[in-house]
């Protein structure tokens, strides 16, 4: 949840709230501010079963931008489950947009002597793909978004795809969609991370983001027993639901406003445009 801009009343107990001093929550179009004392706390954490209590991998990228067909994977974190990590940069010799490169850090210059694509994005997949043919879970943050910028990587540099309807992805964004439906305010990355209490000191960092990502799946999972029960594939089933639940929510808005609309079936995997062909 991020500060509110603006002064207000509280939503919960009335009382005037300054500038900075309270919390935005809601959803696009109907934001409220609710004061210190009414900010919305998560459960406590529980002692019980559930897709949580088993390792799980975690993977996260930094991109020239954010568009799959266009756009290229600079930097990549895998984080193991097994306590072995693979992290490490990509030389993807196309120029870095200013906009990107200020929120990352990564520049065409930084890059250079780093693996190219195809050698990269081959190492990633087979890292994915073991992954699959062992049933370990793959947390990824807003997967719509990772997951399909690799697909479209493979694609471009003509590297095997993995068996992506074999795999197995925890979705904190979604999740999180799930359980709050969109009430808690904006929830990017460094949003669910301090509402969880999860360390987040280096954002926009793929290493970084990738073990937040993790660490917060393991948080949502001790702390929601409901969410936790059953296993990863039936947790795939219910993401599906939240993120064309979620896909429709915004969709009823960005309606009334103009804005591009979701497709309730873009998850794990987004249908994009092809990228073109590089090898």
Request: proline share 7%; hydrophobic share 45%.
């Amino acid at each position: 949840m991020r500060l509110n801009k603006y002064p207000g009343l509280c939503a919960a107990c009335g009382i005037a709230v300054a500038i900075a001093a309270g919390r935005l929550i809601g959803l696009p179009g109907r934001w409220q501010t609710v004061c210190a004392g009414c900010t919305p706390t998560p459960p406590p954490r529980g002692d019980h079963p559930g897709w949580h209590v088993a390792p799980l991998a975690s993977l996260d990228f930094e991109t020239t931008g954010i568009d799959p067909a266009t756009d290229r994977v600079l930097s990549y974190a895998l984080l193991g489950d097994r306590g072995t990590d693979l992290c490490g940069l990509i030389d993807a010799g196309v120029e870095i947009p200013a906009a990107s490169a200020a929120v990352h850090g990564l520049t065409a210059e930084a890059l250079v002597g780093a693996p190219k694509p195809p050698e990269a994005i081959a190492g990633i997949v087979a890292w994915v793909q073991d992954l699959i043919d062992r049933e370990i879970g793959l947390v990824v943050y807003n997967a719509a978004y990772d997951l399909t910028m690799l697909r479209a990587e493979a694609e471009r540099w003509g590297v095997e795809q993995p068996d992506w309807n074999r795999l197995l992805v925890v979705d904190p964004f979604v999740i999180d969609w799930g359980i709050q439906r969109g009430e808690l305010g904006p929830r990017r990355l460094t949003d669910v991370a301090a509402y969880y209490g999860v360390a987040l000191d280096n954002a926009h960092d793929a290493s970084a983001d990738a073990r937040a990502a993790r660490d917060i799946a393991d948080e949502i999972g001790m702390r929601h027993p409901a969410v936790a029960a059953g296993t990863l594939a039936d947790l795939m089933i219910r993401q599906r639901s939240w993120f064309a639940d979620r896909a429709d929510d915004w969709n009823a808005y960005a309606r009334r406003v103009g804005r591009t609309l979701d497709d309730p079936a873009g998850w794990p995997l987004a249908a994009v445009a092809a990228p073109a062909v590089m090898a």
